[in-house]
């Protein structure tokens, strides 16, 4: 069971967009649709942004979007805002043995 | 109001054990899966364990596995997590997060309650 990979970092100027990625393997993200990503704000709870791949949970910009191509999973922020800025983390299902495991985080920067 | 609170934590020794607690209340605690996530200092989330909604699908990281057991009681809605050989490592922020509905993705999450092992 190893960690999802994710860029450490990301960054784009407000308005912009940015894509964070997640790769994992056929046996978690590849072979499931239960990719969620996460949104935390350092000191606060993490906040479920999209679930199964690309559903977006009430209450949850449509700025947010998810996608997956093979083993890799993305996140892509539209019209990035200042309150945007924080460690992004996704998760897949992975398997009836772990059920779960989660990417080691992109922290973005809006500039 | 939909909250999960979370409480147990302390500090304690390598070796030793520790039960941490989380309370539900708002939802139908009965009709979801729930999970266990932590975060060490400095470090990213981590998954930790996970439990269907009657007990009948149990998970565990491969970094807790033999030592953490997850349970649950419908009844008093109420999930734990039992941490026996506690190691320098389980230090962390525990959270108890709620699953959307057998999605393996956690809409409600805990303040958390932090573990400290050390000697």
């Known amino acids: 069971q190893s960690a999802l990979t994710q860029p450490p970092s990301a960054s784009g100027s407000p308005g912009q967009s940015v894509t964070i990625s997640c790769t994992g393997t056929?046996?978690?993200?590849?072979?499931?649709?239960?990719v969620s990503w996460y949104q935390h704000h350092p000191g606060k709870a993490p906040k479920l942004i999209i679930y199964e791949i690309t559903k977006r949970p009430s209450g949850v910009p449509d700025r947010f979007s998810g996608s997956k191509s093979g083993n890799t999973a993305s996140l892509t922020v539209s019209g990035l805002q200042a309150e945007d800025e924080a460690d992004y983390y996704c998760?897949?299902?992975?398997?009836?043995?772990?059920?779960?495991?989660f990417g080691g985080g992109t922290k973005l920067t809006v500039l | 109001e939909v909250q999960l609170v979370e409480s147990g934590g302390g500090l304690v020794e390598p070796g030793r054990s520790l039960r941490l607690s989380c309370a539900a209340s708002g939802f139908n605690f009965g009709d979801y899966a729930m999970h266990w996530v932590r975060q060490a200092p400095g470090k990213g989330l981590e998954w930790v364990s996970g439990i269907s909604r009657y007990s009948g699908r149990i998970g565990y990281a491969d970094s807790v596995k033999g030592r953490f057991t997850i349970s649950r009681d419908n009844a008093k809605n109420s999930l734990y997590l039992q941490m026996n050989s506690l190691r320098a490592e389980d230090t962390a922020l525990y959270y108890c997060a709620k699953d959307v509905y057998d999605s393996y993705a956690m809409d409600v999450w805990g303040q958390g309650t932090t573990v400290t092992v050390s000697s």
């Open positions: 056929s046996g978690d993200v590849g072979g499931y649709h239960y």
């Open positions: 998760s897949s299902y992975a398997g009836s043995n772990n059920l779960g495991v």
